[in-house]
């Protein structure tokens, strides 16, 4: 696999359901001991909660866990771990707290409110690819400098840190396999005079469109 998908930032998304008030959290992790450290953090936190059930996915090891905390068997923490599931989202872990207002859900109301909650935390924080980027430098004339970035973008690349002197020393990051097409860009708009040099690769999150 070349490239996956993960939690953009720490986010948190709440909302009540027949009362009872159901707080999602969620953060990107790179390990059982980062997301149990979360687990335990929202725990303690919300000590006066009647449930925090959890789920966390890590690719290495192509590990998930979760847990109900309670509720009934297959209500809470499989529902929370199926969202992240059906997204391809990993490295992560989501905890839903719910503070119990009193009227009964049902299994499928539960299972529903879980999932939801999941899916708003995940909404909140937003996705991001993370995938192998070819890193790409050219000295660039200043009146092409904006030209350049709509060619950067017209292939979905990022830009790097410019370097601003007699030319700008442009660096960017390229999907891999738009690196000979975006060369042939460049010398097209600049009569031949931009030629990019590929100086390395780098893995990098990228928030997704």
Not at 28 to 40: G, L, T
Not at 153 to 162: K, M
Request: hydrophobic letters at 40%; glycine letters at 8%; aromatic letters at 10%.
């Amino acid at each position: 696999m070349t490239e996956y998908y993960i939690p953009t930032q720490i986010a948190e998304a709440e909302f009540v359901e027949k009362r009872s008030r159901f707080i999602g959290n969620i953060w990107p992790v790179e390990s059982e001991e980062e997301a149990r450290a979360h687990i335990e953090e929202m725990k303690k936190k919300h000590y006066d909660a009647r449930h925090n059930c959890w789920a966390y996915r890590l690719r290495e090891g192509g590990i998930e866990r979760y847990s109900d905390d309670g509720e009934p068997q297959g209500t809470a923490g499989q529902p929370i771990l199926n969202v992240f599931q059906r997204e391809e989202v990993t490295n992560m872990v989501c905890v839903v707290t719910r503070y119990f207002g009193g009227i009964l859900l049902g299994a499928g109301g539960l299972t529903r409110a879980y999932a939801r909650s999941a899916k708003d935390a995940l909404d909140a924080s937003g996705i991001s690819v993370v995938r192998p980027w070819s890193l790409m430098e050219c000295d660039c004339p200043y009146p092409l400098f904006e030209r350049l970035k709509l060619e950067l973008l017209a292939l979905d690349g990022v830009e790097g840190d410019h370097e601003f002197g007699a030319l700008i020393a442009f660096r960017a990051l390229l999907p891999q396999g738009t690196e000979e097409q975006f060369a042939l860009r460049l010398q097209e708009i600049s009569a031949g005079a931009m030629e990019p040099q590929i100086i390395g690769t780098q893995w990098k999150a990228v928030p997704r469109a």
